[in-house]
C-alpha cells in the first residue's frame, strides 16, 4: 500500500516552491501543470517541472504531475514533454476534470506510446479529478476504464462551479460547507467518490482546504473525510501538511482500541467464540478486520513494531 495522505500541490513555474517541496514532510509532491499556472507560463513551467525533478533529492516521495484537461491544446503536450523527459521518476500523472471514459482512454494509450518507445521501468499511474456534474454521473466507468487507474481525487471548487451551486467564501475549497447546511454540502458527493474508488481498488482523495490559515477548520475538513473512507487530502501550502499526515493517520486512540479488539478476539476464539464482549460491547469478525487495518497501517507508518 503506498502511503498517500498528504499531496502537496506545486505550482509548476515557481521554482523557489519546488525547492521548498523537496525539503517538505508532504507523502505526495504534485507539481501542477493546470489552474495554478498561467496561461503564458505553461511551457515554462513544463520546462521547470522536469529540471526540478532531474535536480532536487526527492527521496521518501512519491511524484505526480497535474496535466491540463484534455480538451485544452495543453493536455497532450504535457504529457509527451513531461514523460519523454522524466517519466522514470513520476508514479502518476493527474488528470483534471474527467468527464468521459474516454478522458482515461485517451491518456492511457498515449501513456502505452511513450512507455513502449521509452520503457520508465514502472507503469505511470492515473489519478482522476472528479469535480463536475457530467464525471460524477460516470464515476463508475470513469473508475473502471484502465488499469493505470490509482485513484479518485475530489475536486470541490470546479464541482461547485459545475452544478451552479453558490459561492460561499473567498477560496470556494471546503470553508464553510457546514454552517449554511444541514450536514455537510458534499456529503452526498464524497461518499459516492469513496464508493466508487473502493469499490475498484482505488485510493479516495479529497479536495484541499482554501483557507491555509485556519487550522481548526482543516483539522474538521480532514477529520470528516477520513471517518468516510477517505485516505488523504490534497494540500495547498506547505503549512497544511503535518496536519494533514497526522488527520490520516491511525491516532493513539484507535491503535489501543486496535490492540485491545485483537486482544478480546484471540481470546475469545480460545474459548471457542466467534463474537467477543468487552466492557458491553460486541466484537466479531468484522470489527476484527477493521482492527486489523488500523494496525497494518500503524506498522508501515512505524507508529508501532511488528
Ligand atoms: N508548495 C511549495 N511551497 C509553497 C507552496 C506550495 N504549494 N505554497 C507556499 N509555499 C512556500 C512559499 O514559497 C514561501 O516560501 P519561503 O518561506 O521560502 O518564501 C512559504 O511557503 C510561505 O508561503 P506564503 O507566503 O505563506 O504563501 P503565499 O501567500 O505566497 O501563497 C498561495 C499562498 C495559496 C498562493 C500558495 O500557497 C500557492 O500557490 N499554493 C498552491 C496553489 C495550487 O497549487 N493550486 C492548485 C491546486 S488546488
Ligand atoms: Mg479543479
Known amino acids: 500500500m503506498e502511503i498517500r495522505r498528504s499531496i502537496l500541490s506545486v505550482p509548476g513555474h515557481i521554482v523557489k516552491m519546488h525547492d521548498k517541496a523537496a525539503h517538505s514532510e508532504a507523502d505526495v509532491i504534485m507539481f501542477d501543470l493546470e489552474d495554478s499556472v498561467p496561461v503564458g507560463s505553461k511551457k515554462v513551467a513544463r520546462e521547470n517541472i522536469v529540471d526540478s525533478i532531474r535536480r532536487l533529492d526527492w527521496s521518501g516521495k512519491l511524484l505526480s504531475l497535474?496535466?491540463?484537461?484534455?480538451?485544452?491544446?495543453?493536455?497532450y503536450g504535457d504529457?509527451?514533454?513531461?514523460?519523454?523527459?522524466?517519466?522514470?521518476?513520476?508514479?502518476?500523472?493527474?488528470?483534471?476534470?474527467?468527464n468521459h471514459e474516454g478522458d482515461i482512454h485517451f491518456l492511457a494509450r498515449l501513456l502505452n506510446g511513450i512507455e513502449s518507445n521509452l520503457s520508465p521501468g514502472h507503469p505511470i499511474s492515473i489519478e482522476a479529478c472528479i469535480e463536475t456534474a457530467q464525471g460524477l454521473e460516470r464515476i463508475s466507468r470513469i473508475a473502471e476504464a484502465s488499469s493505470r487507474l490509482k485513484s479518485l481525487v475530489f475536486g470541490?471548487?470546479?464541482?461547485?462551479a459545475s452544478i451552479g451551486a453558490p459561492l460561499t467564501t473567498l477560496s470556494a475549497h471546503g470553508e464553510d460547507d457546514t454552517s449554511n447546511h444541514s450536514g455537510h454540502r458534499w456529503h452526498y458527493i464524497l461518499n459516492r467518490i469513496v464508493t466508487a474508488a473502493k469499490s475498484h481498488g482505488l485510493y479516495a482523495i479529497d479536495a484541499p482546504y482554501g483557507n491555509f490559515q485556519d487550522e481548526e477548520g482543516l483539522i474538521d475538513s480532514a477529520r470528516m473525510s477520513r471517518l468516510l473512507g477517505f485516505d488523504g487530502k490534497w494540500v495547498i501550502h506547505p503549512g497544511q501538511i503535518s496536519?494533514?499526515?497526522?488527520?490520516?493517520?491511525?491516532?493513539?486512540?484507535e491503535i489501543e482500541l486496535a490492540k485491545q479488539i485483537l486482544e478480546a478476539h484471540k481470546e475469545a476464539e480460545i474459548n471457542g467464540r466467534g463474537a467477543a464482549s468487552k466492557e458491553g460491547h460486541m466484537i466479531d469478525n468484522a470489527t476484527v478486520r477493521l482492527a486489523e487495518k488500523v494496525w497494518e497501517f500503524?506498522?508501515?507508518?512505524?507508529?508501532?513494531?511488528s
Open 66 to 75: 497535474r496535466i491540463n484537461a484534455v480538451d485544452t491544446s495543453f493536455a
Open 298 to 305: 500503524a506498522i508501515q507508518l512505524g507508529n508501532i513494531a
Open 243 to 253: 496536519i494533514v499526515n497526522e488527520a490520516y493517520s491511525p491516532s493513539e486512540h
Open 79 to 98: 504529457v509527451i514533454y513531461c514523460v519523454e523527459h522524466c517519466g522514470s521518476m513520476l508514479r502518476s500523472l493527474v488528470l483534471p476534470k474527467v
Open 156 to 160: 470541490i471548487a470546479d464541482f461547485t
